[in-house]
T-cell receptor, first 109, second 113 residues
Framework: QKEVEQNSGPLSVPEGAIASLNCTYS??????FFWYRQYSGKSPELIMFIYSNGDKEDGRFTAQLNKASQYVSLLIRDSQPSDSATYLC?????????FGTGTSLTVIP | EAQVTQNPRYLITVTGKKLTVTCSQN?????MSWYRQDPGLGLRQIYYSMNVEVTDKGDVPEGYKVSRKEKRNFPLILESPSPNQTSLYFC????????????FGPGTRLTVT
């Protein structure tokens, strides 16, 4: 059974702070890693993906991948109240996708 | 507008009554997938399709069927729904499998009594 684990939270950070979200996965053969954001009652939307070890930055978001430790993280800099949502980590292994249960983030104004 | 549509958005039905949830995308995507989302269990893949006439089981295929006769459509069929299939269902599509964004439909909330 391929597993993707996230802390469910809730994670609360003040506006302007850095939010750090973490994800671990069990399948060493996993090939690519995605972060989706899901607002309450809405469908998931892609924030970014990463497939090589190291950091990948896109605006206020940075994804970090460490395949040796089977660990993926997402940093959100200058957090805004509009970032309050559930963040889903997803892993692709072959033709299938596996999602974590999500981390709920609240950014306090 | 590029989108994935699902119908119906909400459905309440009774045990054993066959139902179909439709999914359509207008982006010429090859890869399509169905997920169910349950509290504490996250999104789980039910079935996926690499292209027309090519479908395969995901993690939780029991009790579901799919077909992919046309590239744009990927219906989810519950032949004999049971209460444990009460869930929020999402259809998603992407250009191909791999490092591509999956675009999700708006979701279908199904209740089986």
């Amino acid at each position: 059974q391929k597993e993707v684990e996230q802390n469910s939270g809730p994670l609360s950070v003040p506006e302007g702070a850095i939010a750090s979200l973490n994800c671990t996965y069990s399948d060493r053969g996993s090939q690519s890693f995605f972060w989706y954001r899901q607002y309450s009652g809405k469908s998931p939307e892609l924030i970014m993906f990463i497939y090589s070890n190291g950091d990948k930055e896109d605006g206020r978001f940075t994804a970090q991948l460490n395949k040796a430790s089977q660990y993926v993280s997402l940093l959100i800099r200058d957090s805004q109240p509009s970032d309050s949502a559930t963040y889903l980590c997803a892993v692709r292994a072959g033709n299938q996708f596996y999602f974590g249960t999500g981390t709920s983030l609240t950014v306090i104004p | 507008e590029a989108q994935v549509t699902q119908n119906p958005r909400y459905l309440i039905t009774v045990t054993g009554k066959k139902l179909t949830v439709t999914c359509s995308q207008n982006m010429n995507h090859e890869y399509m997938s169905w997920y169910r989302q349950d509290p504490g269990l996250g999104l789980r893949q039910i079935y996926y399709s690499m292209n027309v006439e090519v479908t395969d089981k995901g993690d939780v295929p029991e009790g579901y069927k799919v077909s992919r006769k046309e590239k744009r459509n990927f219906p989810l069929i519950l032949e004999s729904p049971s209460p444990n299939q009460t869930s929020l269902y999402f259809c998603a599509s992407s250009l191909s499998v791999g490092d591509y964004e999956q675009y999700f439909g708006p979701g279908t909330r199904l209740t089986v009594t």
